[in-house]
């Protein structure tokens, strides 16, 4: 019992930390720029965000406690897809949408609300960061996400638990970890959105548990989230008219 405890404690322990340090890192970058009497536009609030935030913060956490227990980066499964892999990207993918397309049917007929997420509001309100949250995905917000919430929390907490629990801790730890970028919200819509975000963590760590390459959700991730930053793109900009809480839940559940 205490093995476990202990496993599920460094895991909630190192996915806060990489939450902590990413953002002290990001703010001491904007007020080192606002007193040189740099503006920080949203563009540069988005590059400061996904370079200091999810590259030092997330991947530098996870490089230093691989490194401190003497783990190799390489262990954690780096290797190009094989054809049954991109199967699985892609099939992960449409369960993702589907997932989020039925939740957010159920939330529009009962009337629910989910949450916002900064970033997504960030996004509707100037389209244009959309083109730096793109390559983002691919380069920073999958990779990071992934190496540190898969690649280190659910590894670590595998080490206490079969594959199922282990699979479930790590996803809760991972949405739970999102709640601060919720803005705005009741409780009970921010419990909307972490139920939304829950689908996609499940699949990403059934994905990593089942092929041990750390790639296959680091694909999916980022795909996911490309995708979502293009439908924001699509509703900021007129090109798609924003109708009920299907469009609201998916502005609230990037993962």
Known sequence: MDSRLRAVGTGL????????????????????????????TPVLNIILSLLLLTGLGFMGTAVLYLR???????????????????????????????????LGAILQSTGTESANNQVADLAMQN??????????????????????FRGVVQNRIREAFS?????????????????????GSDAS???????????????????????????VPILVHGTYDAIIF??????????VEQSGNVAALIVAVLP
């Open 13 to 40: 322990g190192v996915g806060v930390a990489g939450l902590v340090g990413g953002n002290a890192i990001a703010l001491l970058a904007v007020i080192g720029l606002v007193s040189v009497g740099v503006s920080i």
């Open 127 to 148: 389209p244009e960061v959309v083109l730096y949250l793109l390559p983002g995905a691919y380069l920073l917000i999958g990779p990071g996400e992934e190496l540190l």
């Open 163 to 183: 594959a199922v629990p282990a699979v479930l801790i790590a996803s809760v730890i991972f949405a739970a970890v999102h709640v601060t970028s919720l803005v």
């Open 230 to 239: 293009l439908a924001l793109y699509a509703v900021a900009t007129g090109t």
């Open 189 to 215: 819509a921010i419990l909307v959105s972490l139920v939304g975000l829950m689908g996609p963590s499940l699949l990403l760590g059934a994905l990593y548990e089942y092929t041990r390459n750390l790639v």
């Open 68 to 102: 401190y227990r003497d783990i190799p980066l390489r262990s954690l499964g780096f290797s190009l897809p094989s054809v049954k892999e991109f199967g699985l990207v892609i099939g992960a993918l449409v369960a993702s949408m589907v997932y989020l397309m039925v």
